[in-house]
C-alpha cells in the first residue's frame, strides 16, 4: 500500500527554519505530484506548494521563502521554510496524487506535521 509519513515540525520564533519531510513508500507511477497543504484549526486546508516532474507552484503567501524538492532516490519530498511567520503556524500535510492510462487518478494523505511560530 501507498503510505506518506510526514515529519520536520516544531516549534520556532518568528524568522526562523523548519524543513518538513514527506516520506513514500509502496509502489507508484511515474507520473505523479506531491503537494504540501496546511491547516489551521477551525480554517480550511489550503495548498502551500506542489512538485511534478517539470515544475514547482507556491501559494503567494510563500513564495520566496518556502521551497519544495524531491529526491527521487530517496523516495522523499522536503519542503524548506524559512523567515517563518507565526501565520505559518498549521499542521502541515502532505499529498500525492498519481496517474495512469486508464484509471482515474488516486490520492494519498499523509497524517499531517505540526508547524508553531511563535513571535
Known amino acids: 500500500q501507498v503510505q506518506l509519513v510526514e515529519s520536520g515540525g516544531g516549534l520556532v520564533q518568528a524568522g526562523g527554519s523548519l524543513r518538513l519531510s514527506c516520506a513514500v513508500s509502496?509502489?507508484?507511477?511515474?507520473?505523479?505530484?506531491i503537494s504540501w497543504y496546511r491547516q489551521a484549526p477551525g480554517e480550511q486546508r489550503d495548498l502551500v506548494a506542489g512538485i511534478s516532474s517539470s515544475s514547482t507552484n507556491y501559494a503567494d503567501s510563500v513564495k520566496g521563502r518556502f521551497t519544495i524538492s524531491r529526491d527521487n532516490a530517496k523516495n522523499t519530498v522536503y519542503l524548506q521554510m524559512n523567515s517563518l511567520k507565526p501565520e505559518d503556524t498549521a499542521v502541515y500535510y502532505c499529498?500525492?496524487?498519481?496517474?495512469?492510462?486508464?484509471?482515474?487518478?488516486?490520492?494519498?494523505w499523509g497524517q499531517g506535521t505540526q508547524v508553531t511560530v511563535s513571535s
Open positions: 499529498r500525492l496524487v498519481t496517474y495512469r492510462l486508464r484509471d482515474s487518478p488516486s490520492t494519498y
Open positions: 509502496g509502489s507508484i507511477s511515474a507520473i505523479n505530484v
